[in-house]
């Protein structure tokens, strides 16, 4: 049976930990370029958050095969990588700060991504927090992604941690509601549209100091 005493983190990446929105619009684009389709940046911001194969069900329409959807996956992420050290990863104002002052406190952290198992590495060693992280779930851990909750109830048993136990960090809609389904505190960061999580900021440095204390006292 999972402590009832311990506190967990779950925390997204992409848009949350890492800026790594203009990356990605690019590889989406150079790769669908190659494929001869064209997608707008509205369409492409629609899609943060949820998996490839997903996105790319729906962007195709009835040329979504799985075999082209696994290629156009494949060859957009191995982009992706190249892209991220030949024109940096920038972490986002306060993610490396909290990770480590949690870490500090007691508190069990794992990332709950949608993004490859690949791809996690790379930004975390980009971005210099792997060694305070207990957990990792990434696209090849779930068979759904969000808004379905199953990453993040896969993250917190992996911390060993009930789901009300935790709490979720994470900048799409998508991921919110993931968490919402999961039974899960959510704090939404997002310098846009206002997100419908239980604590929304528009930066991990406007947290006040108890921000996850408090949200797991309402949980209890």
Request: glycine letters at 10%.
């Given at each position: 049976?999972?402590?009832?005493?311990?506190?967990?983190?779950?925390?997204?990446?992409?848009?949350?930990?890492?800026?790594?929105?203009?990356?990605?619009?690019?590889?989406?684009?150079?790769?669908?370029?190659?494929?001869?389709?064209?997608?707008?940046?509205?369409?492409?911001?629609?899609?943060?958050?949820?998996?490839?194969?997903?996105?790319?069900?729906?962007?195709?329409?009835?040329?979504?095969?799985?075999?082209?959807?696994?290629?156009?996956?494949?060859?957009?992420?191995?982009?992706?990588?190249?892209?991220?050290?030949?024109?940096?990863?920038?972490?986002?104002?306060?993610?490396?700060?909290?990770?480590?002052?949690?870490?500090?406190?007691?508190?069990?952290?794992?990332?709950?991504?949608?993004?490859?198992?690949?791809?996690?590495?790379?930004?975390?060693?980009?971005?210099?927090?792997?060694?305070?992280l207990d957990a990792i779930v990434a696209a090849e851990d779930v068979t759904?992604?969000?808004?379905?909750?199953?990453?993040?109830?896969?993250?917190?048993?992996?911390?060993?941690?009930?789901?009300?136990?935790?709490?979720?960090?994470?900048?799409?809609?998508?991921?919110?509601?993931?968490?919402?389904?999961?039974?899960?505190?959510?704090?939404?960061?997002?310098?846009?549209?206002?997100?419908?999580?239980?604590?929304?900021?528009?930066?991990?440095?406007?947290?006040?100091?108890?921000?996850?204390?408090?949200?797991?006292?309402?949980?209890?």
């Amino acid at each position: 049976m999972p402590p009832v005493n311990g506190r967990g983190v779950l925390w997204d990446l992409d848009g949350t930990l890492v800026d790594s929105t203009d990356l990605h619009w690019i590889s989406w684009r150079e790769t669908l370029t190659a494929e001869g389709l064209q997608i707008t940046y509205e369409q492409f911001l629609e899609s943060f958050g949820q998996k490839n194969d997903r996105i790319l069900a729906r962007w195709l329409g009835d040329a979504a095969s799985a075999d082209r959807i696994q290629r156009i996956d494949r060859a957009k992420e191995a982009l992706y990588r190249r892209l991220i050290p030949e024109r940096g990863l920038t972490a986002l104002p306060g993610a490396a700060r909290w990770i480590r002052q949690l870490h500090g406190t007691g508190w069990k952290q794992a990332i709950a991504s949608s993004a490859p198992r690949e791809n996690v590495g790379v930004m975390l060693e980009a971005l210099g927090v792997g060694g305070e992280l207990d957990a990792i779930v990434a696209a090849e851990d779930v068979t759904a992604g969000k808004p379905d909750p199953q990453v993040f109830l896969v993250a917190a048993a992996r911390l060993g941690l009930a789901p009300h136990r935790c709490v979720v960090v994470e900048d799409a809609a998508a991921g919110i509601e993931a968490a919402r389904r999961a039974g899960i505190a959510s704090i939404g960061v997002s310098r846009g549209e206002r997100l419908e999580a239980d604590l929304p900021v528009a930066s991990l440095d406007e947290l006040p100091v108890d921000a996850f204390e408090r949200l797991l006292a309402r949980e209890a």
